[in-house]
């Protein structure tokens, strides 16, 4: 069974710093291509940051500069290092793997105000 857990979020002021953790099992993690996402209330589902099963990344262009992704194959986690956090960033942030299938996290809640 696959299972995508996401750890990491909370209220941080404006210029801030979090870190988000996405723990995969069930998964051949090294195989899969990861992902953030997030969701700000009222909006869309978006892309923040992706990272191949070759290490290449790319990134938002409202994150650039700010966010880094990147993982743990060994404890099969990918990170997002998110720093200079502003209000709009506020989102529920998920983490997804692709491959032949996607599969997601149930998310976590990243607040961004003083």
């Known amino acids: 069974q696959v299972q995508l857990v996401e750890s990491g979020g909370g209220l941080v002021q404006p210029g801030g710093s979090l870190r988000l953790s996405c723990a995969a099992s069930?998964?051949?993690?090294?195989?899969?291509?990861m992902s953030w996402y997030r969701q700000a209330p009222g909006k869309q589902r978006e892309l923040v940051a992706a990272?191949?099963?070759?290490?290449?990344?790319n990134y938002a262009e409202s994150v650039k500069g700010r966010f880094a992704i990147f993982t743990d194959n060994v404890k099969s986690t990918v990170y997002l290092q998110m720093n200079s956090l502003k209000p709009e960033d506020t989102a529920v942030y998920y983490c997804?793997?692709?491959?032949?299938?996607?599969?997601w996290g149930k998310g976590t809640l990243v607040t961004v105000s003083s």
């Open positions: 990272i191949t099963s070759g290490g290449n990344t």
């Open positions: 069930g998964i051949f993690f090294t195989f899969f291509h």
């Open positions: 997804n793997a692709k491959k032949d299938a996607d599969y």
